[in-house]
């Protein structure tokens, strides 16, 4: 979420009495459209669930939901999720209804004071009666449901569920619902009859969120979860390593030059090629990128170590084959984003003025954040994905000592550019915290990336000076937000923790020299245990060489 940490809401009582008019005519919202399998959907068969008439607290809590909430939440994966199938069910689902009016409350309680440890006793206690309610309606179902429709049901609402619980801070808890939603896709799995033609006939007659698209948020969450759980990263479910949130970055093209495409003289495109849905298909390969070479070098963890303290050179040969698969993708992003900026930035008459409009200011912000994903990944690249002449050869951190010739502080200092020109990125990013709108039509609405995990990369990536590091964490804490499962408040924390570690580990106090590898932190183990409180295992490379398992510390935010 990139929401104004001081937003506050008024008003949305007054809307209580039109919304209950309104139900006497339920209308279906229109799909954003930006997932990449598409879904016809069908009239459902019973729409018996009808909207609270006379509660006006819960429907003010709906509309918060509707209008603030599910544009905040919604993402590059999750849009049609949060903003087309999850209203379309509270239609049908009183569970549903129940949770996401749950949801709104403690979401508007939180954006009243992001950085508060205290909880509102009213707010609380409504989110827990409407959590309530919701488990009654999904342990009281229709005998007439299916096996495999109440399980999609229980999943609906444990995805909904971790979001609330995150939300509040209650980061244990959310870690549960995680683990039922993943457990009832492995029984859905599991089944044999709950095949493409059981899931179709579901969607049809009672359940209108894709089974996809449920897996595919589970996928998501997994991924923020597991982020923060290094001993866990192979432990993600099988099912869920095909959906897009993982694979995107592989079949990923720069949108194509087409017959209806005009150019002028400029480089300007008309039609415009930064249109929402192709900001999106970027963005969902950038951030499944991001977490993937993320992944793959904990997994090399072995490799790495020996390149950096034998010199391998067959060793170095087999790590960057690996990469081509991502050094293809990143190159069509970078094509992309050239595109996209060359389409949203050029001031030229060729084809009339250029837009000055509120959507030309949120495909900027798009094309923002793909730059900030950009300047994350590229650092991770053990070679160049493309010769730009800004580092030498190989240039990454790890290898500049092992195999330069004449080892110099050119690379480093170039480096250091590099970071601090992604740091601007971000704050430009953050300082526009005017709130995302319910979309009106399916060209309205564009979804951002989440900077909470590329600040926490780029803060621990090998080569970041302690002031660059600590120009993060004032970032952190200055813009307040929460992303997926994520509060910038506890990454903040986190990040002040493992440089206090490091700095045990023997790093300079120079603010401008980066941390040795040895000293720096290889692998983060999180166990919350209050609301700001957590048990946090931190391993040095140099403590994991050796199998010294590393020091458990408290720590709270």
């Known amino acids: 979420m990139q929401d104004s940490p001081r937003r506050h809401c008024d008003g949305y009582a007054d809307n209580a009495e039109r919304a209950a008019g309104s139900r006497n005519h339920v209308t279906r919202p229109t799909s954003i459209g930006l997932q990449t399998k598409q879904h016809t959907l069908s009239p459902p068969r019973n729409l018996t669930a009808p909207l609270p008439r006379k509660n006006t607290q819960e429907l003010r809590c709906y509309r918060f939901f509707l209008d603030v909430t599910a544009p905040a939440i919604a993402g590059v994966f999750d849009a049609d999720f949060w903003l087309t199938y999850v209203p379309q069910t509270c239609h049908l689902d009183l569970a549903v209804w129940h949770a996401v009016v749950s949801i709104g409350a403690v979401h508007e309680n939180y954006l009243a004071n992001p950085t508060s440890t205290a909880r509102d006793s009213s707010t609380t206690a409504f989110a827990m009666q409407q959590s309530n309610a919701a488990i009654s309606h999904l342990v009281h179902a229709r005998s007439s449901r299916s096996l495999p429709e109440q399980k999609v049901r229980a999943l609906t609402a444990s995805v909904l569920f971790a979001y609330q619980c995150s939300i509040q801070r209650l980061y244990s808890q959310s870690d549960v619902h ?9 029984e859905l799995e599991a089944t044999n009859r709950f095949r493409a033609a059981d899931r179709a006939t579901l969607r049809r007659e009672s359940q209108p969120v894709p089974y996809e698209s449920l897996m595919s948020i589970v996928a998501n969450l997994q991924i923020h ?22 694979t995107a970055w592989r079949y990923y093209s720069a ?15 008309m039609p415009s090629r930064a249109t929402s849905a192709n900001l999106a298909r970027a963005g969902q390969a950038f951030e ?28 170095l040969a087999t790590l960057v084959g690996r990469e081509k698969p991502y050094t293809r993708a990143f190159r069509e992003l970078s094509n992309a984003i050239g595109i996209f900026v060359a389409d949203t930035t050029i001031e030229c008459s060729c084809f009339g003025p250029s837009p000055r409009h509120t959507a030309h200011k949120q495909q900027r912000k798009a094309i923002d954040a793909l730059r900030l994903y950009h300047a994350t990944c590229y650092p991770l690249f053990l070679d160049k994905p493309f010769n730009d002449n800004r580092f030498p050869e190989l240039y990454h951190p790890l290898l500049q000592t092992q195999f330069s010739d004449s080892p110099t502080s050119g690379p480093k200092e170039a480096l250091a550019r590099h970071f601090s020109h992604a740091l601007d990125v971000v704050e430009s990013l953050l300082q526009d915290s005017s709130p995302r709108e319910r979309p009106t039509s399916t060209i309205d609405f564009m979804p951002t990336l989440p900077t909470t995990m590329p600040l926490f990369v780029i803060a621990n990536v090998s080569g970041v000076s302690l002031d660059l590091r600590r120009r993060v964490i004032a970032l952190l804490r200055q813009y307040t937000r929460h992303e997926v499962l994520w509060d910038t408040s506890f ?26 590898l040895t000293n720096k932190v290889h692998s983060v183990n999180v166990t919350h245990i209050e609301a700001h409180a957590a048990r946090v295992m931190l391993q040095t490379w140099d403590e994991w060489i050796s199998n010294d398992p590393g020091h458990e510390m408290t720590l709270t935010w």
């Open 491 to 516: 990454v903040a924390a986190l990040t002040e923790l493992i440089m206090m570690q490091e700095d045990m580990a023997g790093e300079t106090e120079d603010a401008v020299i980066a941390t040795p």
């Open 288 to 315: 499944s990128l991001l977490t993937e070479m993320v992944a793959d070098s904990l997994q090399s963890s072995a490799e790495v170590a020996r390149l950096s303290l034998e010199g391998d050179q067959k060793l």
């Open 178 to 186: 995680l683990k039922a939603a993943k457990s009832l896709i492995t």
């Open 255 to 269: 949108p194509a030059h087409t017959k209806s495409l005009e150019l002028c003289q400029h480089g300007r495109g």
């Open 225 to 246: 979860s597991q982020a923060l759980q290094s001993d866990n990263m192979n432990e993600a479910l099988t099912s869920l390593r095909d959906v897009d949130v993982n």
